[in-house]
């Protein structure tokens, strides 16, 4: 609670993308107005977006993150934003997506993070992707070496690892891959 | 201001390179007096070179970093340098380039950033590269996917980059490539 | 002295490996007990093995760096982790190998670091390793641009490396790759 987070995906940087705060359920979230914060705000109880009406003395065309939104951030946490920002209405959430069912992340060791929470209805389900199956485990060490296994991450969404191998490599896995899940038979 | 740098690129550590401190209007750089801290000195206003005479109970070969620099702009920073630093005239600056027109890095996400410092007399001018010509864009999202622009970066430098896209395989650049910079026709 | 290192290597998390704590000469190692501590133990002059007993209330499967040992280390700073730990035998350690004469790491700049201790016994001794004879030196620039040597690395271990270069390609060595120190002819 009243944490500050300071988000900063922004390829649209120096275009025509709002300056943004959100603040969730006693969390705030500073970043570019693009799609990133959508997800907080769905999955939160209460929320209000606001626009930064401020702007630094200097402002890069391709930094925002450092010359914008991190003073911002250091304002609010502050307990000092009062005049910098502007509540307004937020962007149109409906049809935003809760789940999606891709790779949306490969990591240092090849694991591939998808964007599908865990939940327990998904227990002891097949995901079947590029044209393999690969069965649920708990852990790494729940499966022999080599073998690819789906688990919930530690961040509560579905990964799918090879325990001492790389899973991107060798079931051929790049961000954007789609699988469903199926009941095994 | 006040700041004190921790400046360590010292691929002569151990050798007879000498340990210096660099005081530009009311920074300090410590490091290696091997060519790091003459630009830092040639744009300030007032600076001082000193040697490092303190040395340390155990001085490793091949990390002077950790056993001798960082204590040093520690006590830098406590106020009690004095008796460790010892004034000198500094190295020789007459000569030393103010920029450089080539790639002088490639970063993570394939932008190359060249030597060469933005200033308002290059508006406009197209940089020919590897035989090919790169116009001036303000930002990623001011081109195409996948076209390349030329443009001054967060850091006041001259960088060249592709929207969406790694400038360093599309157009071939890497550390060293050398480019000019010409009017439009 | 007084020091808490939060140690996670640790391939088998969530597996049977035991949590422990290692007090070794007044510092705090937390972390799994599959071999990571030993070293650690051998080398210490006194040291005693805990048994994490405490448990959070939701413990992931696969990050227990986060959800387990990153709250003991936290404890054992605030002196506060008597009901957490139960003092243990430890491992057995007999036979733990002392020195490894292998390459253990390849960094970032192709350094190949091994697992021998540096000891004045090995002053002038040439290393054996893939056919070729590397010789000693002291600094990078003790030796010519692209020729190989070893010496004693700030962490106090035999480590081989090209001035300039990648030792790694250049002698074609990988992690696993033996060697044996010879005296000079």
């Not at 969730?24 to 999955?43: K, S």
């Not at 502007?86 to 069912?101: E, I, Q, R, V």
């Not at 389900?125 to 060490?141: D, H, N, P, S």
């Not at 969404?157 to 038979?185: T, Y």
Request: with cysteine; aromatic share 10%; glycine share 10%.
């Amino acid at each position: 609670m009243n944490s500050v987070f300071l988000c900063v995906v922004d390829p649209g940087v120096g275009g025509n993308r709002l300056p943004v705060v959100l603040e969730a359920d006693r969390r705030w979230f500073v970043g570019p107005e693009n799609g990133l914060l959508n997800t907080v705000a769905v999955h939160s109880d209460a929320c209000q977006w606001s626009i930064i009406k401020w702007r630094p003395q200097s402002l890069s065309a391709s930094f925002h993150g450092r010359d914008l939104f991190a003073p911002i951030a250091a304002r609010i946490a502050d307990g000092d934003s009062g005049a910098a920002i502007c509540p307004f209405s937020g962007p149109d959430l409906a049809g935003w997506l809760n789940d999606l069912d891709e790779i949306v992340y490969i990591d240092h060791y090849g694991n591939a993070i998808t964007g599908r929470r865990y939940s327990k209805g998904l227990q002891d389900k097949l995901i079947i992707i590029e044209g393999m199956t690969v069965m649920q485990g708990r852990t790494f060490a729940s499966v022999a070496k080599g073998h690819a296994f789906w688990y919930e991450n530690s961040c509560g969404l579905v990964e799918i690892a090879v325990n001492q191998g790389r899973a991107d490599r060798i079931l051929e896995l790049a961000v954007g891959s789609e699988f469903c899940l199926v009941d095994p038979l």
